[in-house]
């Protein structure tokens, strides 16, 4: 058993017990400051399904954890970076997969897949008001100036931007037909635009497969200009080991174009990445694989001859 998992059972053990609060805040904060540091034990694993089955304890164990220290940010990121993992991969997929056959089934999944990603904004934004008090009602108000004011603690901000902005993009993806939601659209963008100032080489290049995304699907024109751009850099600090990049642009440039060839030929470039090359990206490396597959599967669907 990994020795994160084993800490995690011996601190919750500490907190089932009436122990003193000193001893209990010091449980918290250890567990807080492991779930924050580098890579968490869930996105190092391949394995969809075990992750499937663990992710929910452990989130609910967070979120324990929170009700004690609710400030702690190491333990926000992990609660919105845990809930927008779980319904992306969990829920939102698996309302896509619905949508061909039962459509009632496919309003429900999207429902409960905008609920946890809205859940996971919540805790991001939290995470940004323990440093930011009021950025949350600010950034409501006006995105942009809201975030201006973060200038120098990349290493903690963007990590809950990233998030945050995944979040929100995600539950309105969800929700295509809410006009509340379409409103928020401004606070994606500038927490994406920020995010990149701060330090666009964040996680492997996952800030520019983010901008890739939003210059294809964003409420205007797609910049084709960007989207190359934006993809070459990903490219670059990835060192082309991150699968859902290719599965991005697949998306917002083969499919639209009908670009049937180029759509195939950006799937097998997917499902030929190595998932051990980045350790870190396991469990995103696999989520993205097997929607290349299943992608593949549907290519008579998605292309007209």
């Known amino acids: 058993m990994p020795h994160r998992y084993v800490c995690i059972l011996i601190l919750a053990a500490v907190l089932s017990l009436g122990s003193g609060c ?13 779930l924050a540091s580098g890579d968490s034990v869930f996105t190092e ?29 190491g333990l926000l990121l992990a609660a919105a970076r845990g809930y927008v993992l779980y ?24 429902i409960r897949a905008q609920k946890f990603y809205l859940r996971g904004l919540d805790f991001a934004v939290r995470g940004l008001e323990v440093n930011h008090p009021g950025i949350g009602r600010a950034l409501l108000r006006t995105p942009e100036r809201a975030l201006s004011r973060l200038n120098g603690d990349a290493v903690n901000d963007v990590p809950l931007l990233y998030w945050g902005a995944s979040a929100l993009g995600l539950a309105i ?17 500038a927490m994406l635009e920020r995010s990149l100032v701060l330090d666009e080489a964040y996680d492997h290049g996952a800030l520019h497969e983010f901008a890739l995304v939003w210059a294809g699907v964003a409420p205007r024109a797609p910049d084709g200009g960007a989207i190359d751009r934006h993809y070459q850099r990903a490219l670059e600090l990835s060192a082309g080991q991150r699968a ?3 599965v991005a642009y697949a998306m917002v440039t083969a499919l639209p174009g009908q670009e ?46």
């Not at 394995?47 to 967070?62: T, Y």
């Not at 992306?88 to 089934?105: G, S």
């Not at 993806?173 to 963008?189: G, Y």
């Open 173 to 189: 993806s969800v929700s295509k037909n809410d006009p509340a939601m379409l409103a928020r659209l401004p606070e994606v963008e």
């Open 260 to 305: 049937r060839q180029q759509f195939h030929s950006l799937m097998r470039k997917a499902l030929a990445v190595d998932t051990d090359a980045l350790p870190g990206t396991r469990l995103l490396n696999a989520i993205a694989q097997r929607r290349a597959r299943w992608l593949l599967s549907r290519s008579d669907e998605l292309f007209l001859e």
């Open 45 to 73: 694993d391949d394995d969809i399904e075990l992750i499937g089955e663990a992710l929910p304890f452990s989130l609910k164990l967070v979120e324990s954890l929170l009700a004690e220290s609710p400030d702690h940010r």
């Open 87 to 110: 319904s992306y991969a969990y829920v939102h997929f698996a309302a896509e997969q619905a949508a061909t056959e039962n459509i009632r089934e496919a309003r429900r999944l999207r």
């Open 22 to 34: 000193s001893v209990r805040m010091i449980a918290v904060d250890t567990l807080g400051d492991m």
């Open 244 to 246: 859902s990049l290719y």
